[in-house]
């Protein structure tokens, strides 16, 4: 399967995902990583690896319908099969949505339902919880609401933002390749 991956910022679950097709982890190909941010990391992050990045600024169209049409013409020439998303910061529509049912994946951190949208660490943080941790879902019309994949726990380090960000960064590492790696099994054995 040919997988686009869709990232706003560092791009750390990009290159965990990357790593994974090239150590053949993950059997799939990247052939294109799309950011909505034209100066993001992750763009520098993409040469390094050789994957070539796609910069769409939705400030160019007159909506998002105008915006995810010029992506999904992109996504066809490619031929791409599953849209993934790893810290794209914006909603994905229904030009999308119907596009790729069922095939646009997610990844938060947060155990949901709890601490949805922005800023999820901090929410923990925030309201005092001792656990946290990783989703891995299917991307619905909801902000973080479609159906999960893979959760695991992380423990919040009380009062401290870095290290909790730390450790569930490194959670998310392995968490989304092994959602993917499920995904596409489940994928081959069906008819
Ligand atoms: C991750 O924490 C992910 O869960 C959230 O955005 C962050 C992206 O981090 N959706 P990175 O850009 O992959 O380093």
């Known amino acids: 399967p040919r997988i686009a991956v869709f990232a706003s910022g560092s791009g750390s679950n990009f290159e965990a995902i990357a790593e994974a097709v090239r150590t053949g982890e993950?059997?799939?190909?990247?052939?294109?990583?799309?950011?909505?941010?034209?100066?993001?990391?992750?763009?520098?992050?993409?040469?390094?690896?050789?994957?070539?990045?796609?910069?769409?600024n939705p400030k160019?169209?007159?909506?998002?319908?105008?915006?995810?049409q010029t992506i999904l013409a992109r996504l066809r020439d490619e031929e791409i099969d599953w849209i993934i998303l790893a810290g794209y910061m914006r909603l994905i529509g229904p030009t999308l949505l119907e596009a790729?049912?069922?095939?646009?994946v997610?990844?938060?951190?947060?155990?949901?339902?709890?601490f949805p949208g922005k800023d999820a660490v901090g929410q923990a943080l925030n309201a005092g919880a001792e656990t946290?941790?990783?989703t891995v879902h299917?991307?619905?019309?909801?902000?973080?609401?479609?159906?999960?994949?893979?959760?695991?726990?992380v423990p919040v380090v009380?009062?401290?933002?870095?290290?909790?960000?730390?450790?569930?960064?490194?959670?998310?590492?392995?968490?989304?390749?092994e959602a993917l790696q499920k995904l596409l099994a489940?994928?081959?054995?069906?008819?």
């Open 26 to 56: 993950l059997d799939a190909e990247i052939p294109i990583l799309l950011t909505d941010k034209p100066l993001a990391a992750v763009i520098t992050r993409a040469e390094r690896l050789g994957i070539p990045a796609a910069a769409v």
């Open 138 to 153: 299917f991307v619905d019309e909801g902000m973080d609401t479609g159906p999960v994949i893979l959760q695991r726990e």
């Open 186 to 191: 489940e994928e081959q054995t069906r008819v």
């Open 106 to 114: 997610n990844i938060h951190p947060s155990l949901l339902p709890a």
């Open 60 to 68: 160019a169209f007159p909506d998002k319908a105008a915006y995810e």
């Open 132 to 134: 946290t941790g990783v």
């Open 158 to 177: 009380p009062g401290n933002r870095e290290l909790t960000e730390a450790a569930i960064h490194e959670v998310e590492h392995v968490l989304y390749k």
């Open 100 to 104: 790729y049912p069922n095939r646009i």
